[in-house]
């Protein structure tokens, strides 16, 4: 069994995913792949009111995030009255 | 998901209109968006002197750059508020924006004419947004109209107006629905059109626009925004837009379509002139004056307090 999970990808051994959250400039690691949409709704975000952006692309909220992926994560929601 | 226009990969999908573009197809669709809005509804001709209201965030920087794609005569009108290292960051993007592109900018500081909003807020004790709302109209249709300019453009987009058609309908505002539109025409000489190019346009859109085209905008919030009943109306659209993509869009073009018309037809009284600073008014003072005297007689009363 020991042998065996030494070929898997461990959450505990891999690169977290680091996210960025603006504008609270709050930092964070996610352990595991995902789709950005479902890492925008662990964060609490509804759909099309934050982009995620991985270096100078933007992830479609149907598309994955890799593990070791460092992202941002940017409320397009402005407003006040 | 394939890019609906090129089939190039999607870079942003578009739940709400069931579709995804690459990023040349994007810049392309959003431009054509705010394009023909201008033209549908009016808004203003290639001829025209366009004064741009921008404050450093996504939808008015995107707005003033898709106006200069489309060659419009445009000048920006930024107004400092006053509200600590917010506004002076979205004073340095805004200029920078337009340094950048060789565009023309006034710059205007309130509290160069003691009138910053935190002080106004907190000497007349009205919420902060309340006040700069009243300083942003006057200083748009007062520089407007001083320096020749026939028109005021905005950045309100899809969510602002979604937003503020709720907040005008859960309280019934006849006048403000009958006033709720993309072009707004003077009723006095020293008012200006208004106009909102784009209205049909998301807030995500706006953004996704002011990101691919390397904008640098001022991503934080107002610190003033926190538990603005504006931003609860766009959390509950949210909602409703999450479980049925589209019904901001359908809400908004469908009272425009369908209820203003009626509304329009109801009459508004016509303004007055203000007999404080001759801009319209509805009574003999405009809110602008009001704002400005009360903040004096507190100021004054506090300083004498001081010296007491």
């Not at chain 2, 960051?89 to 924006?97: L, N």
């Not at chain 2, 919420?127 to 020749?148: E, N």
């Not at chain 2, 008012?191 to 390397?214: D, I, M, N, Q």
């Amino acid at each position: 069994m020991g042998a065996f999970t030494a070929w898997l990808p461990s959450p505990i051994l891999a690169n977290p995913m680091h996210v960025t959250v603006l504008p609270q400039r709050k930092q964070l690691e996610i352990t595991g792949r995902r789709r950005a949409a479902d890492v925008l709704r662990e964060l609490g975000f509804l759909p099309g009111t934050a982009m995620v952006i991985r270096g100078d692309e933007l992830v479609p909220e149907g598309s994955m995030l890799e593990a070791d992926d460092v992202v941002e994560i940017r409320s397009v929601i402005s407003g006040g009255r | 998901m394939k890019c609906t226009r090129c089939k190039a990969p999607a870079e942003v999908e578009l739940r709400q209109h069931n579709c995804g573009f690459c990023r040349g197809c994007f810049i392309f669709y959003f431009q054509r968006q705010v394009e023909r809005a201008i033209a549908k509804e009016r808004m203003f001709s290639l001829d025209e002197a366009v004064l741009v209201a921008v404050s450093g965030g996504k939808d008015s920087l995107a707005l003033w750059d898709v106006l200069i794609g489309l060659g419009y005569r445009t000048t920006g009108l930024h107004l400092s508020l006053g509200i600590g290292a917010y506004s002076d960051q979205s004073t340095v993007k805004t200029k920078a924006f337009a340094e950048a592109r060789g565009l023309s900018l006034i710059t205007v500081a309130l509290a160069d004419d003691g009138l910053a909003v935190p002080e106004i807020a907190s000497l007349t004790r009205r919420p902060a947004c309340s006040a700069c709302g009243t300083m942003k109209r006057h200083y748009f249709d007062q520089l407007a109209v001083d320096r020749g300019f026939p028109v005021v453009a905005t950045g309100h987009n899809l969510d602002d107006e979604a937003a503020r058609l709720l907040g005008n309908v859960l309280h019934w505002q006849m006048e403000h629905l009958a006033r709720q539109r993309p072009v707004l025409q003077p009723t006095h000489d020293r008012f200006v059109r208004k106009v909102k190019p784009l209205f049909r346009c998301s807030e995500y859109e706006s953004a996704v626009y002011a990101f691919f085209r390397g904008i640098d905008y001022i991503v934080d919030e107002c610190p003033n925004a926190a538990g603005a009943t504006q931003l609860v109306y766009k959390d509950m659209l949210n909602r409703l837009e999450a479980n049925s993509p589209g019904s901001k869009l359908a809400f908004v073009q469908e009272f425009l379509h369908k209820a203003q018309p009626a509304l329009t037809a109801e009459t508004i009284a016509a303004p007055q002139t203000c007999q404080g600073c001759g801009m319209p008014s509805f009574g003999e003072l405009c809110g602008f004056c009001r704002l400005v005297r009360e903040t004096e007689a507190r100021r004054e009363r506090r300083q004498a307090a001081a010296r007491a």
